[in-house]
């Protein structure tokens, strides 16, 4: 029995690092290949300079620094761009030399983009973060605030209830005294009152 078909091979690793290794192998092969010294369509000396110029940019993109690599690569263009106008390269030698240039650049611009859509997601997830917490500390801030509120309310209407029993208890102990009073007097009259005198029987 014949073993399964193994799974295909999934790269692995940060997008952006291949990205990097994929601008660096562009430069090292296409540009490269494209400037060879001693080709009769293009000067030694322009060949000496840009391919300096192309392991400068090999060398940012490699090593992630993406905007030293899009400056050095700007300047590669110049020095193409010189040569091409001064006939230090040929017209078709520029032309590959540019195409190389070319998708290089589309690499590297595509690397800014990526970093600035993270950057972007990141202060977004950030400033989403810090709203939910403000949110939920107002919202925590307002329950404290209605609780206290609550048990304010409670504590005066339980005192307001108090002072009333206890104007009620004394106007009711007040009533009493002034009914015992008003009692004892009524008794006091009744003992100072004469008793009435006997009237003679008319036979007598």
Request: charged share 30%.
């Amino acid at each position: 029995m014949s073993p399964a078909p193994s799974a295909p091979h999934t790269p692995t690793g940060r997008p952006h690092a291949i990205r990097r290794r994929t601008a660096a192998l562009i430069l090292g092969t296409v540009l490269g290949a494209a400037m060879l010294s001693g080709c009769s369509q293009i000067d030694d000396a322009v060949a000496s300079d840009l391919q300096q110029s192309v392991q400068l940019v090999a060398n940012h993109s490699a090593g992630s620094d993406t905007a030293a690599a899009l400056a050095e690569l700007d300047a590669l263009q110049q020095k193409l761009d010189s040569a091409r106008a001064d006939g230090g390269v040929s017209a078709e030698r520029a032309d590959a030399i540019q195409e190389g240039l070319d998708l290089v650049r589309a690499d590297l611009d595509a690397l800014v983009a990526k970093a600035a859509e993270e950057e972007a997601e990141a202060r977004a997830a950030v400033e989403a973060q810090e709203a939910a917490d403000a949110a939920a500390a107002k919202a925590q801030a307002d329950a404290d605030a209605a609780a206290k509120a609550q048990a304010d309310a409670e504590a005066k209407a339980a005192a307001d209830a108090a002072a009333a029993a206890e104007a009620a208890a004394e106007e009711a102990r007040q009533a009493a005294e002034n009914a015992a009073d008003e009692q004892s007097d009524d008794n006091s009259d009744n003992e100072n009152k004469p008793d009435k005198e006997e009237k003679p029987d008319k036979d007598e």
